[in-house]
């Protein structure tokens, strides 16, 4: 049982180290990309969204390379998605 615990403790801890890896290479480069309104962004809105970064980093890294491509991505923000 401890075993399975220091296992997933420290999956848990590899990906939050990914997150934070990705959320400074995205607030140092990117950020504009993905979020249009973030593109001359504040100290203190880079710093409020670092833990959303940090938690979500593959959908945001999915997106970006998505834009690298050259797909476009539309996000309807008055459309929830349905479940």
């Not at 973030?38 to 670092?50: H, P, R, T």
């Amino acid at each position: 049982m401890a075993a399975i615990v220091s296992i997933l403790l420290w999956i848990i801890f590899i990906y939050l180290c990914c997150g934070m890896v990705f959320a400074i290479v995205l607030l140092a480069s990117g950020i504009g990309k993905i979020v249009e309104g973030a593109q001359d962004s504040s100290l203190g809105f880079k710093v409020l969204v670092i833990p959303g970064i940090i938690v979500f980093w593959p959908a945001l890294l999915q997106k970006w390379i998505k834009l690298q491509s050259g797909k476009t991505v539309k996000i309807d923000h008055k459309k929830p998605d349905r479940i």
